[in-house]
């Protein structure tokens, strides 16, 4: 029975080798030589549009990689937006409420409890507005400078006596930006050619 088994593994080893043809004659391939430089061609054509697929997919991973971390970065620059809009609703309030007291304690008025409260509000919106400017929220100041209409609502126009037209003479409401991107349009009175 050993016989039997190592005869098998020497016809499986051999395999190919045996049959009716003498083992030296050339093999009989089915693909002939033009067929194999064709199937060579094809083949090198696949691996070219597959590494050109790769290069894609890998260049649309990195675009991905990017955006997401641009997302990412805006989310943590601007994700404070709605917070400040509302803030910046205090500060109005509180500079309104300065400019009263600081009308009420004229020299006029020796009232020194006034004149506390005026330097007390003076020193809270100092210290608001540097909280802002320390997180990237700075008030807009447009007088004087061209309208904007990403920046800059209409709201009134004034003739221009001394200015150019098309110029930001007054600001009714302030205008915050945030980094850069404009959270709340400032009011604005734009000067224009009165008509005679």
């Known amino acids: 029975s050993s016989c039997v088994f190592s005869t098998a593994a020497q016809q499986r080893s051999t395999g ?40 894609k997919a890998l260049a649309d991973s990195e675009n991905v990689r990017r955006r997401t971390q641009k997302f990412v970065e805006d989310a943590k620059l601007f994700g404070i937006q709605s917070f400040c809009r509302d803030l910046v609703e205090v500060a109005d309030i ?9 009308g009420e304690a004229e020299p006029s008025n020796p ?30 100041n447009p007088v004087g400078g061209r309208y904007d209409p990403y920046d800059h609502e209409i709201v009134c126009h004034v003739p221009a006596e001394g200015m150019q037209p098309g110029t930001i003479a007054l600001v009714t ?13 400032a009011l604005v009175g734009v000067a224009v050619e009165s008509q005679e």
Do not use: W
């Open 94 to 102: 509180l500079e309104k409420t300065a400019e009263s007291a600081a």
């Open 16 to 55: 190919d080798e045996c049959g009716p043809e003498d083992p030296h004659d050339e093999p009989k391939h089915p693909l002939s030589d033009c067929a194999l430089e064709h199937k060579a061609i094809k083949l090198e054509e696949q691996v070219r549009d597959l590494t050109e697929r790769y290069r």
């Open 111 to 140: 009232n020194p409890t006034l004149k506390k409260i005026y330097e007390g509000l003076s020193l809270i919106e100092a210290k608001l507005q540097s909280v802002f400017a320390k997180h990237g929220l700075q008030k807009m």
């Open 173 to 185: 409401q302030d205008g915050y930006k945030l980094h850069g991107r404009t959270i709340r349009h």
